[in-house]
């Protein structure tokens, strides 16, 4: 509903301002003229990839993405507890360690920070049907295709159209290569992570903590850390799957991460755009946001 609002204020040249939640409690993210959760970053990256982060930037960046990893902070919380043994997981999946592994991270159909991403695939799901395509014809290789856990876990904005029934139809056959992992599964996919030789993400930020994490990570869609320096991005199938292939590979194993500078960025993205309003809001849970000051006036120490 907030699309056509916008829409029919782009028609009469009237100025918008939207906005979105932020990874943490009681943060928001804003945007002028354009799609908050699309986080554009452009004007200010420039500058932020220059600069090293300090002692106090760089530690405040390792306790939020260790709290991230358990959940802690986030205004969503999927999980009550959390599968992290690798053992346990690599028995739960099969996993033998005989064979390099591609994960790939499904988004929400439906999510904003999803439409009007595409680039060189039509859509999640033929990005997904690709990509599983390919892996039918590379048995020597292990993909895991970890659905999101929001499918199902948001009350009362279940997704209708799900990524396993839709991967369901389209491959009655799975051949033992390649795993799904449901969205009620509550495997870590940060350990999921530590497990693969490579990431594959369409828009999900996940692909950038991956990268935080030293992980060879490529990009299908037109996330907001893709073409920062620190993914793989190709601008036709084609280069897709040949590099998809080549990274499996390790033909180039001089091409590495660059974790600097994925940190820097992520201390841009996580710390600096997404503004802390606890001062003036509570927020219970996602959609509601209670205020917290008793007057206007209020705001002017805030």
Known sequence: EERIVRHWARCF????????????????????NKIACYYDLSEHWPTARKKPLSADE??????????????????????PKIEDRRSAIKKQLGLK??????????????????????SIFDDLFDWLHQTISLFVQKPEYQLIVRVHPAEIQLKGRETKERVADYIQSAFPQMPENITIV???????????????????????????????????VQVAGQ????????????????????RLVSLLKNENPEKTVDVEIARRYAHLFFKKYMIDLSSIVQQEKSSKINLVIGDLLDLKSN
């Open 223 to 242: 996330t907001h850390y893709r073409e920062k320096g620190f993914t793989f991005d190709t601008d036709s199938r084609d280069e897709y799957f040949d």
């Open 13 to 32: 040249d009237i100025p918008t301002v939207t906005y979105e939640n932020g990874f943490m409690k009681n943060s928001f993210v804003f945007a002028r």
């Open 58 to 79: 760089n530690k405040w960046l390792d306790l939020y993405l260790a709290d991230r990893q358990i959940g802690r902070r986030s205004v969503i919380q999927y999980w």
């Open 97 to 118: 360690g005989q064979k390099k592994i591609a994960l790939a991270f499904s988004n929400i159909i439906w999510d904003s920070a999803v439409q009007e991403r595409d």
């Open 182 to 216: 449901l969205p009620q599964n509550e495997i870590s996919s940060y350990r999921l992570i530590e497990l693969a030789n490579l990431v594959l993400t369409y828009s999900s930020t996940i692909g950038l903590e991956a990268a935080l994490m030293g992980k060879l």
